[in-house]
């Protein structure tokens, strides 16, 4: 009786330790899911910008992490039908093709900035070398005299 309850603790034990096995297609968002979020994230990013914009003509602050958090939340759970509604009526995205058309165009966007903010920040690299380069320059000089 104790070695069979030994046996059992043990195997109760290797089976917490070893992770089921899932197969790699059956991790993956279905289609309609990945279609779904697609419409989310545009309606995300549109009702921020306008947000953003209004807060800018008022004066006020826009917290862009606090709006995609609490829209993720509010939306999360909300049919496709029903966004696709939402895209219509608000931003007048008429079908699934003008959606992925509208994610590209914020995704472009989004690549721009981090373009133009990488090269002001390899810019200012260059021009920190440039200065690192005329201060050993002047040392070289200050040598040979």
């Known amino acids: 009786m104790v070695a069979t309850t030994a046996t059992r603790e043990a195997a109760k034990a290797t089976a917490r330790k070893a992770p089921k ?16 979020l697609m419409v989310v994230e545009v ?4 009702s921020g910008r306008e947000l953003a914009a209004a807060a800018r003509f008022t004066g006020q602050e826009f917290d862009w992490e606090q ?11 909300t049919a ?3 966004l696709l509604t939402y895209a219509r009526k608000l931003y007048g995205l008429q079908n699934l093709d003008e959606v992925r058309d509208r994610r590209a ?11 133009a903010l990488n090269g002001l920040s ?3 690299d260059d021009l920190e070398a ?3 380069f005329e201060v050993e320059l002047e040392d070289s000089i200050n040598l040979g005299d």
């Open 21 to 36: 096995h899932t197969p790699a297609l059956q991790r993956v968002i279905p289609y309609q899911e990945k279609v779904r």
């Open 122 to 124: 390899s810019a200012a």
């Open 43 to 46: 309606l995300r990013e549109e």
């Open 130 to 132: 440039d200065d690192e």
């Open 105 to 115: 165009a914020h995704k472009a966007t989004r690549t721009g900035r981090l373009n």
């Open 80 to 82: 496709l039908r029903d």
């Open 67 to 77: 709006h995609n958090v609490q829209f993720r939340q509010d939306y999360a759970e």
